[in-house]
Nanobody, 119 residues
Framework: QVQLVESGGGLVQAGGSLRLSCAAS????????MGWFRQAPGTEREFVAS????????NYADSVKGRFTISRDNAKTTVYLQMNSLKPEDTAVYYC????????????WGQGTQVTVSS
């Protein structure tokens, strides 16, 4: 089975930047899309951004448009999330996810990486 490992989280001041990485192992054949979700304490997990593997089509949550950029490296089976102009409300555990061509939704998840934005 595919394994997703996130990295790049940490503590940053408001207005700063972080770049998250998610490396997939165990095979990525038939990947349809990869994405990022986040969950803050006391809240449900929410969608942040996604990118289709072949066409590179991106989608973003309204709350991060213009600030976050998702990208992928197909050869490395890695997806990135460049986060700029970070706000305290971006504080959350960020999860990488994968959707294959047979699934209607994301079905594989990483362990998460903590992003904390101080005011």
């Amino acid at each position: 089975q595919v394994q997703l490992v996130e990295s790049g989280g940490g503590l940053v001041q408001a207005g700063g930047s972080l770049r998250l990485s998610c490396a997939a192992s165990g095979g990525s054949f038939r990947t349809y899309a990869m994405g990022w979700f986040r969950q803050a304490p006391g809240t449900e997990r929410e969608f942040v951004a996604s990118v289709t593997w072949i066409g590179g089509r991106t989608n973003y949550a309204d709350s991060v448009k213009g600030r976050f950029t998702i990208s992928r490296d197909n050869a490395k089976t890695t997806v990135y999330l460049q986060m700029n102009s970070l706000k305290p409300e971006d504080t959350a555990v960020y999860y990488c996810a994968r959707r294959n061509v047979y699934q209607n939704d994301f079905g594989s998840w990483g362990q998460g990486t903590q992003v904390t934005v101080s005011s």
